[in-house]
C-alpha cells in the first residue's frame, strides 16, 4: 500500500474513532441516571407496597454510595484509549509524510501536528486522576 493511501485510511479513522469514543461515553447511563429512573418509579408506588419500602432503602443506599465515590479519584479510561488512539494516528500521518512526494507532505505534516496536539491534551486530562462524574468528565 501506498504511503498516501495510509494516510487517507489514518485520517478517515481518526472522526470515527472519535465519534465511537463519544458514543461510548454518551450511551452510559450512570448511577445518576437510574437513580431519577428509580424515583421516578418510587413516585409512581403506593406509599403502604413492600416494593415501595424496598425501592426507598435501596436508592438511600445509592445515594450513600455516590456521595463516597465522588471524593475518589479515577482516570477517563475512554478518554485514554482515545489519546493513545489519536497518538498512534499521528505516528502513522509522521511516518506517511516522511515517506510520501513533496507535493502531499506538508500536509501530512499538519495534520500529524493537530492530530498529535490533541491527543496529548486528550491523554494528560483524562489519565490525570480526578474526582469524576459518571461520564468521565472532572467534577470541579
Given at each position: 500500500?501506498?504511503?498516501?493511501?495510509?494516510?487517507?485510511?489514518?485520517?478517515?479513522?481518526?472522526p470515527v474513532?472519535?465519534?465511537?469514543?463519544?458514543?461510548?461515553?454518551?450511551?452510559?447511563?450512570?448511577?445518576?441516571?437510574?437513580?431519577?429512573?428509580?424515583?421516578?418509579?418510587?413516585?409512581?408506588?403506593?406509599?403502604?407496597?413492600?416494593?415501595?419500602?424496598?425501592?426507598?432503602?435501596?436508592?438511600?443506599?445509592?445515594?450513600?454510595?455516590?456521595?463516597?465515590?465522588?471524593d475518589r479519584?479515577?482516570?477517563?479510561?475512554?478518554?485514554?484509549?482515545?489519546?493513545?488512539?489519536?497518538?498512534?494516528?499521528?505516528?502513522?500521518?509522521?511516518?506517511?509524510?516522511?515517506?510520501?512526494?513533496?507535493?502531499?507532505?506538508?500536509?501530512?505534516?499538519?495534520?500529524?501536528?493537530?492530530?498529535?496536539?490533541?491527543?496529548?491534551?486528550?491523554?494528560?486530562?483524562?489519565?490525570?486522576?480526578?474526582?469524576?462524574?459518571?461520564?468521565g468528565r472532572?467534577?470541579?
Open positions: 500500500m501506498d504511503p498516501d493511501d495510509w494516510s487517507k485510511v489514518v485520517l478517515a479513522a481518526i474513532v472519535g465519534a465511537v469514543a463519544k458514543l461510548l461515553r454518551s450511551a452510559v447511563q450512570g448511577r445518576r441516571g437510574r437513580l431519577v429512573s428509580d424515583a421516578d418509579l418510587l413516585a409512581k408506588l403506593p406509599p403502604d407496597s413492600a416494593a415501595y419500602g424496598r425501592l426507598l432503602e435501596h436508592l438511600d443506599e445509592e445515594v450513600a454510595r455516590i456521595i463516597v465515590e465522588e479519584k479515577r482516570r477517563d479510561s475512554v478518554g485514554v484509549v482515545l489519546g493513545v488512539a489519536l497518538l498512534a494516528g499521528a505516528a502513522a500521518l509522521v511516518v506517511s509524510a516522511w515517506r510520501s512526494d513533496g507535493d502531499v507532505s506538508p500536509f501530512l505534516w499538519a495534520a500529524a501536528a493537530v492530530v498529535a496536539l490533541l491527543g496529548t491534551v486528550g491523554l494528560v486530562q483524562d489519565a490525570i486522576p480526578r474526582a469524576r462524574d459518571d461520564t472532572p467534577i470541579r
